[in-house]
């Protein structure tokens, strides 16, 4: 398996724009996270889905902020519009729970993330 | 709510010495623990976890981790460090009921001098 798969890798915008960053899950993997790691904050959640489903979206900053999980394959972060302050590295990861196993003793794997400069 | 804590920024160690790095929860729940690692550059790596029986758990490239009930900590350590150990590590914990998601502590930086 190829892994938590993440693109763009970089991205650099000006301040106002749109940026959408994106996800492929681990083929089978029915939760999926967002989270943005900074030097100041650490590792923070901002969402997550279980079956395509938002369940968990408090650490979203702010209203510029979206995400979707059209198919199990996929999912999008969207910024609109972008400021300097959310220059971060964004991860996706995803982890399988299955029927009868208590979820809350899987690991998640963790796409290499995408470094997001906003100038 | 579910929080994590690690003291230390930053471990020195000499390559072959035994290194620790140290760990402390709070949950409202069983605690899940988890340690991951993290390379330049890199996503983050799994690395072990305790779910519950042994106190101490080995995971991955040699390294294992004690949880400690009474002192609600969950140390990550290993007999004798690499140079290529040198990384960002995280302490992660999942505890309260329903909440999938990970609460992650804010790194240690483990360098290891030849």
């Known amino acids: 398996d190829a892994g938590v798969i993440q693109s763009p890798r970089h991205e650099v915008t000006e301040m106002g724009q749109e940026v959408t960053l994106r996800c492929k899950p681990i083929?089978?993997?029915?939760?999926l996270f967002w989270y943005r790691q900074t030097m100041m904050r650490g590792l923070e959640l901002l969402i997550y889905?279980?079956?395509?489903?938002?369940?968990?979206d408090s650490g979203m900053p702010e209203d510029r902020f979206s995400a979707k999980m059209p198919n199990a394959s996929f999912s999008t972060l969207k910024i609109q519009p972008s400021e300097p302050r959310d220059s971060a590295v964004y991860f996706c990861?995803?982890?399988?729970?299955?029927?009868?196993?208590?979820?809350?003793?899987?690991?998640?794997?963790f796409g290499q993330g995408t470094r997001l400069t906003v100038v | 709510a579910q929080s994590v804590a690690q003291p230390e920024d930053q471990v020195n160690v000499a390559e072959g010495n035994p290194l620790t790095v140290k760990c402390t929860y709070s949950?409202?729940?069983?605690?899940?623990l988890f340690w991951y690692v993290q390379y330049p550059n890199r996503g983050l790596q799994f690395l072990l976890k305790?779910?519950?029986?042994?106190?101490l758990v080995k995971g991955s490239y040699g390294f294992e981790a004690e949880f400690n009930k009474s002192q609600t900590s969950f140390h990550l350590k290993k007999p004798s460090a690499l140079v290529s150990d040198s990384a960002l590590y995280f302490c992660?914990?999942?505890?309260?009921?329903?909440?999938?998601?990970?609460?992650f502590g804010s790194g240690t930086r483990l360098q290891v001098q030849p």
């Open positions: 990861a995803s982890s399988l729970y299955h029927r009868g196993i208590d979820p809350m003793n899987t690991e998640a794997f």
């Open positions: 992660a914990v999942r505890g309260s009921p329903g909440r999938r998601a990970l609460t």
């Open positions: 889905f279980n079956n395509n489903v938002p369940i968990d």
């Open positions: 305790y779910i519950t029986g042994d106190n």
């Open positions: 949950v409202s729940g069983n605690p899940y």
């Open positions: 083929s089978g993997h029915n939760s």
